[in-house]
């Protein structure tokens, strides 16, 4: 099988000299669930930012379904791989949920009618087509981060990015989101600090430490050697 996503030697340092990554090796399978676990600033944000091409290696590659992520391949690159941000607010900016989940579509060329379809589709998809009219910010925090992911999955993505998707959510909606996530067959990487969650969604983690991937292992394994 050859992998979805694939890191080689990525670094980044960042413009005010900060080594965020320090020479990266990583990959996931089509279909695979990896959470990536680890400390604070250990550059997990700055990884998951090379995935689609908002940040540029400064040595090293990505390789994303074949395509390096290079300039001329971000479009299709960034249909391939979907963010879900941390905070959903940063997402979320169209008059209407609706509106905002079929945003996507429109931009990649859709015509209106099949956007709006499709927008519905996955708003059902993600048990929020109740509140198609609605304004994004009059959503609470579970539901803000369902119509992120609902306006991921309308471009089709074959793996999905999730920086700390639990945040700003209370026990319920955690549990909420781990069902949805459970239930979506693409490729996933989780970002998160809640090992339960975690656990929700798969057995493998790797352990980033200092820009670097100290290792991969189950969770279980990972939390044992790192104490975390
Ligand atoms: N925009 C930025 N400019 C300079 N340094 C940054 C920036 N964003 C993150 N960093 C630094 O890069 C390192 C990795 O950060 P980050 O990728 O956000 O870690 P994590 O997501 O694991 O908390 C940290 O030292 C952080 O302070
Ligand atoms: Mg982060």
């Known amino acids: 099988m050859s992998a979805i996503i694939q890191a080689k030697g990525l670094r980044y340092s960042y413009e005010d000299g900060t080594e965020a990554l320090k020479g990266i090796d990583f990959e996931l399978q089509p279909g695979e669930t990896v959470a990536l676990l680890g400390a604070n600033g250990s550059g997990k944000t700055t990884f998951a930012l090379h995935l689609n091409g908002l940040l540029k290696a400064t040595a090293g590659s990505v390789v994303v379904d074949g395509l390096e992520v290079k300039e001329s391949n971000l479009k299709a690159i960034r249909r391939r791989v979907g963010l879900v941000f941390q905070d959903s607010d940063n997402q979320l900016f169209m008059p209407t949920v609706l509106e905002?989940?079929?945003?996507?579509?429109?931009?990649?060329?859709?015509?209106?009618?099949?956007?709006?379809?499709?927008?519905?589709?996955?708003?059902?998809?993600?048990?929020?087509?109740?509140?198609?009219?609605?304004?994004?910010?009059?959503?609470?925090?579970?539901?803000?981060?369902?119509?992120?992911?609902?306006?991921?999955l309308a471009e089709e993505p074959k793996v999905l990015v999730l920086d700390e998707p639990t945040t700003f959510l209370d026990p319920p909606g955690q549990r909420a989101l781990a069902a949805l996530l459970a239930d979506l067959p693409q490729a996933k990487i989780l970002i998160t600090h809640d090992v339960p969650f975690a656990e929700r969604l798969t057995d493998t983690a790797v352990f980033f430490r200092e820009g670097r991937i100290a290792a991969r292992n189950s969770i279980a394994a990972i939390v044992r050697e790192f104490d975390w």
């Open 100 to 152: 905002d989940v079929a945003f996507g579509p429109l931009a990649a060329g859709m015509a209106a009618d099949l956007a709006m379809e499709r927008a519905q589709q996955v708003l059902e998809q993600v048990g929020m087509a109740h509140k198609a009219g609605k304004a994004p910010w009059h959503l609470s925090a579970g539901e803000k981060k369902r119509v992120a992911i609902a306006g991921i």
